[in-house]
């Protein structure tokens, strides 16, 4: 009977910290661009591989701000007052998050360049 409980609260905490993460202004600006991406799939019928690919990126990039957020939370409870490693250790995490948006845009516009092109040349 524990692992159903120690199951169910894995699902209650990892619930919980994404409704904490929707407080975020970053994590929001992720979702309203993954919003964007998502309905000019729909509009310009990408393919099932290329929605898989916009679903991987769109996860990555959610995945990531979410770990930043975690890493920034944490880095202020142990460090309150302003500390140069600290700083490095959460400009390292928001970098991660960086990489990842960029490729994540670079695999958009491959994806989504020549349908664009092609709707307006027809």
């Known amino acids: 009977m524990k692992s159903k409980q120690s199951l169910y609260n894995s699902f209650v905490f990892g619930f919980k910290?994404?409704?904490?993460?929707?407080?975020?202004?970053?994590?929001l600006i992720d979702l309203v661009f993954a919003g964007i991406t998502i309905i000019a799939s729909f509009i310009l019928?990408?393919?099932?591989?290329?929605?898989?690919?916009i679903l991987i990126c769109i996860a990555l990039v959610l995945s990531l701000e979410t770990l930043n957020t975690a890493i920034e939370k944490t880095i202020d409870l142990l460090h309150p007052q302003q500390h140069s490693k600290a700083g490095e250790v959460k400009d390292i995490a928001a970098g991660a998050v960086l990489i990842a948006a960029i490729i994540s845009a670079v695999i958009g516009g491959i994806i989504f360049i020549p349908k664009f092109y092609d709707l307006i040349k027809n």
């Open 45 to 53: 019928k990408i393919s099932y591989l290329e929605w898989i690919s």
């Open 17 to 27: 910290g994404i409704t904490l993460v929707l407080k975020e202004r970053n994590f």
